[in-house]
């Protein structure tokens, strides 16, 4: 009996083991698959000024990362998450955040990098830790969310892609990123004083555009060689060594690239061609769009797109790639680099020049052109369409506005100034103090004239919310309208953080109501997180409010953004949990994050 009872309790221990140690097994496993699958890819950003010479001319100041302009590039899968530490080490104490452009941050809207809405400024000498997930392949980048960091170049560029095992719905042999920006040579700070001085002092044209931070001040590769620009001088071609040469994309024969083209643009509306090449479009904005072919390209700032090319030309010779200025009138000469054939250079640093001219830009008011070339963007099948019809709908009027004698920009006559508690923490701990509370307008003056200066230019600074209930459906009209004086209407380019939109139809003139609707494309429009709004005109997106959080929407155009072009959305913040303090350790919440972080 004692025999078989030490059996059984031998039988009982074995089994007791047996089961720690698949369980202690499954752990492991699960830990091993969970780090193949989800992967912490960790950052450490020191943000800065740096002596560069972006456009060639010696001494200028950027604002860049680790001691690099454009900052370093962050690629990632679907499904990892990122941490990036960043440090502020701005010397002439300005305080920053950055911005993951078309990062939706569903359940991190701490992360969005808005000062004042989803986070506390960064001062100098502090860290703030980002941590997101990214939840869908696509060409970003990020970039500086305060005063007119992005303008002094605070930027880099965001790619993420497939999960390992996935594949994209079209097929390329290797890729290229190409990060637009404009450049000036007045500093962001004199940069800001002109926008804020009385009387107002615009900003004008940027000096030089900028391929991947390269460009050259006030002369042309092209010049003389092919007599295509015959006011501007001719550039000495910069070799690979050298900080500002152009980054020269080496490609073979016959094979097709993807290139990979996002616009951080302060200002600048951009063409982009590459000489004796057709190009497919196969990506907006981080989603699939029904392939297209196009000579060249409209990108505006905000967005991102990633077209193929098939490198079926002659391969002894080389091919020009450009950037133009559309939308305003240039003052600005295009950027250029090189397609370099693998047959047609003898080594890298002696590269041939194109024996063919640049493309030519197309005419900067051709807004037809413009026109023709976004409504050929569709949402590729398959896509997530859009719901058929809205709970909330927005008609939101931009006009530029006289306030006490200060130029600025107003959406239905209230020109944004940002409030000194974030949103996020005001709105989740419910501190009434810390932003106007009443519900901003919802629509404009129907007797409106949109085709002519406003006949009463006053507006006001105001902080409201547009708050919107769970899963909402929202539409927003967006309608132009002519300047403060003068006949004329700007392109303005619309980024909505936290979510992508659909973009239902543009049109021009002004909205109607029960009228221009019944022309949505409401079966295959694209999703976008940037959108324009032609001269004169209006364009309609519709989103649902799925992501809870506060989230900007705004002209991208940084200069406007700065004059108050832009509004807050708000949506389930009741339902956001865990805010790090340290994102709102400021204002109104400070005390809040300081004692209290349980209900949180
Ligand atoms: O916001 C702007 O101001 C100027 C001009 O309208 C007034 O000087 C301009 O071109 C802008 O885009």
Known sequence: M???????????????????????????????????????REYKFEVGYMKKKPDCIENSYVMGINGHFPGPTIRAHVGDTLHISLFNNISTNEPTSIHWHGISQHGTPWADGTASISQCAINPGETFHYRFTVDKAGTYFYHGHYGLQRSAGLYGSLIVDLALGQKEPFHYHSEFNLLLSDWWHNTSLHQELSLSSKPFQWIGEPQSLLINGRGQYNCSMAANIVNNNATLPQCKFRTSDEECAPQILHVHPNKTYRIRIASTTSLSSLNFAISNHKMVVVEADGNYVDPFEVDDIDIYSGESYSILITTNQNPNNNYWISIGVRGRKPNTPQALTILNYKNASISSSNIIIPNSPPPITPQWNDFNRSKTFTNKIHALMGSPKPPT????????????????????????????????????????????????????????????????????????????????????????????????????????????????????????????????????????????????????????????????????????????????????????????????????????????????????
């Open 2 to 40: 004692r025999l078989k009872g030490a059996i059984r309790s031998i039988r009982v221990c074995w089994s007791i083991w047996l089961g720690y140690v698949i369980v202690l097994l499954s752990i492991l496993m699960g830990l091993i698959g969970g780090s193949s699958s989800v992967r912490v």
């Open 389 to 600: 019809h809205y709970d909330h709908r927005l008609l939101l009027l931009n006009t530029q506005n006289l306030i006490d004698g200060y130029t600025k920009w107003a959406i239905n006559n209230i020109s944004l100034v940002l409030p000194q508690t974030p949103y996020l923490g005001s709105i989740k701990f419910k501190i009434n103090a810390a932003f106007d509370r009443r519900h901003p307008s919802e629509k404009f003056s129907n007797g409106y004239d949109i085709f002519s200066p406003p006949i009463n230019p006053n507006a006001n600074f105001g902080n409201r919310v547009y708050m919107f209930n769970m899963n909402q459906v929202v539409d927003v009209i967006l309608q132009n309208a002519n300047v403060l004086s003068g006949k004329n209407s700007d392109i303005h380019p619309w980024h909505l953080h936290g979510h992508d939109f659909w973009v239902l139809g543009y049109g021009d003139g002004k909205f109607k109501q029960g009228y221009d609707e019944k022309k949505f494309n409401l079966k295959n429009p694209p999703l976008k997180n940037t959108a324009a709004v032609f001269p004169y005109g209006w364009t309609a997106l519709r989103f649902r409010a799925n992501n809870p959080g506060v989230w900007f929407f705004h002209c991208h155009i940084e200069a406007h953004l700065h004059m108050g072009m832009g509004v807050i959305f708000a949506e389930g913040v009741q339902l956001v949990k865990g805010i790090p303090k340290q994102a709102l350790a400021c204002g109104l919440t400070k005390k809040i994050m300081s004692f209290n972080t349980t209900n949180n």
